[in-house]
């Protein structure tokens, strides 16, 4: 392994590290914790959440306990992959990020 390669694996192990947590944090969260944003110019973005609408300068509209319960799980899904990435990438370094 080159030298230069200890900083990308160094970097993806960080980023690794920080991935886990946030599929821990996704998992352990209610639905209700997620909310979808549409950003727009000006205010013209709008935020599906539980509540809707947080200030009187954002758009926003209440969704369905189902709609945030599957966005979760759209969120999980692709942290996984992400981290699948990160791991896939390290094993082509020759780096076991599975061995714990």
Known sequence: MKLADLDKVNHLAAALRDIEGLIRMAETAGPDAFQLFIEAPGDASLKMSAEGASTT??????????FLA???????????????????????????????
Not at 57 to 66: E, K, L, Y
Not at 81 to 90: K, N, S, T
């Open 57 to 66: 300068h954002s758009n926003g509209i209440g969704v369905s306990a189902d």
């Open 70 to 100: 599957r966005l979760k799980g759209l969120a999980i899904a692709e942290l996984h992959a992400r981290r699948a990435a990160a791991m896939a990438e390290l094993a082509g370094m020759g780096v076991d990020a599975a061995g714990g």
